[in-house]
């Protein structure tokens, strides 16, 4: 079994910063690639940023230039900074991990519980 925590959400002003982490923990597990996905009132889930274990991202559109994501991967950890936020960037903010178990080789998917961001005009 594996488990996400997410921390660093919160509330700041339009133009503002905030950093994002996540960490995996449990035991014998890899992990292939971890990202952020966000989801603001009454849409979709979306992916905001993504990263894999040899440290290719991708990036959402609107997102580009303003966000990083990166890992610490001794520490089974992924980072979101968050620069020059808008309003428009206001969702839960929701880490997820593409695991593969050592033993198995079993790959499946985990989801963090969510943090709140909340971007004030």
């Known amino acids: 079994q594996v488990q996400l925590v997410e921390s660093g959400g919160g509330l700041v002003q339009a133009g503002g910063s905030l950093r994002l982490s996540c960490a995996a923990s449990g035991s014998d597990f890899d992990i292939n690639a971890m990202g952020w996905y966000r989801q603001a009132p009454g849409k979709q889930r979306e992916l905001v940023a993504s990263i894999t274990s040899g440290g290719v991202t991708t990036y959402a559109d609107s997102v580009k230039g303003r966000f990083t994501i990166s890992s610490a991967n001794a520490k089974n950890t992924v980072y979101l900074q968050m620069n020059s936020l808008k309003p428009e960037d206001t969702a839960v903010y929701y880490c997820?991990?593409?695991?593969?178990?050592?033993?198995?080789?079993?790959?499946?998917?985990?989801w963090g519980q969510g943090t709140q961001v909340t971007v004030s005009s």
């Open positions: 997820n991990a593409d695991i593969v178990f050592s033993a198995s080789m079993r790959v499946d998917d985990y």
